[in-house]
């Protein structure tokens, strides 16, 4: 399984991203993904992460109500729309996957990451 992460960019602030994860191999359709991010000098967090079903888990501390957690099974592809973009922000983000439908927001329950796709803003 390879995950591939796209969608980043340097953005002014209040600004809208969507970052996108395309899936290669496994079974993407019962597999339990998420969106982690890590900023310079900073841990790796939870952003969201998501279910086979659809079902959400947010970070609300990070979150705020801003971004949403979308998959499309039949195009093998995860999302991330992120919208009112604030310099906290900035970071790398990397898309995980699990090989089971179980939901967790512990990094270290992923067993598959992307390389990460670098997000900026900045005025």
């Known amino acids: 399984v390879q995950l591939q992460a796209s969608g980043g960019g340097s953005v002014q602030p209040g600004t809208s991203l969507k970052l996108s994860c395309a899936v290669s191999?496994?079974?993407?359709?019962?597999?339990?993904m998420g969106w982690f991010r890590q900023g310079s000098g900073k841990e790796r967090e939870y952003v969201a992460v998501?279910?086979?079903?659809?079902?959400?888990?947010y970070n609300k501390d990070v979150v705020k109500g801003r971004f949403t957690i979308s998959r499309d099974n039949s195009r093998r592809t995860l999302f991330l729309q992120m919208n009112s973009l604030t310099p906290e922000d900035t970071g790398v983000y990397f898309c995980?996957?699990?090989?089971?439908?179980?939901?967790?927001?512990?990094?270290?329950?992923?067993?598959?990451w992307g390389k990460g796709t670098q997000v900026t803003v900045s005025s």
């Open positions: 995980a996957a699990r090989s089971d439908r179980d939901i967790y927001v512990e990094a270290k329950k992923y067993e598959i």
């Open positions: 998501i279910g086979p079903g659809g079902g959400t888990v």
């Open positions: 191999g496994g079974t993407f359709s019962v597999s339990s």
